[in-house]
């Protein structure tokens, strides 16, 4: 084999490994452009869910709970007082 045919040799298997890169890439854009339109219909389906949740669900006032302290504490005074009359 001469010089020229080795770097001719050489060179075609560059561009071959080239290409399987290339299309190697190709590929995997596809599955990851195929795997996003699949997570955004899953994102769009929980933005539905969260929007009819919202409508559904009763308004919860001020958004807070009474302080589960000061209920106590309040039970317990009123106690005192019933006992001290």
Same mark, same amino acid.
């Given at each position: 084999?001469?010089?020229?045919?080795? &770097?001719?040799?050489?060179?075609? #298997?560059?561009?071959?490994?080239?290409?399987? @890169? %290339? $299309?190697?890439?190709?590929?995997?854009? *596809? &599955?990851?452009?195929?795997?996003? #339109?699949?997570?955004?219909?899953?994102?769009? @389906? %929980? $933005?539905?869910?969260?929007?009819?949740? *919202?409508?559904?669900?009763?308004?919860?006032?001020?958004?807070?709970?009474?302080?589960?302290?000061?209920?106590?504490?309040?039970?317990?005074?009123?106690?005192?007082?019933?006992?001290?009359?």
């Amino acid at each position: 084999m001469s010089i020229t045919d080795a &770097f001719s040799a050489a060179k075609s #298997e560059k561009v071959e490994i080239s290409e399987r @890169v %290339l $299309n190697q890439a190709v590929s995997e854009i *596809r &599955f990851l452009q195929r795997r996003n #339109e699949v997570l955004s219909a899953k994102v769009d @389906v %929980l $933005n539905l869910f969260t929007t009819i949740f *919202r409508i559904i669900s009763p308004p919860s006032g001020e958004g807070m709970q009474e302080d589960i302290a000061w209920i106590i504490e309040r039970a317990i005074l009123g106690s005192k007082k019933e006992k001290e009359s």
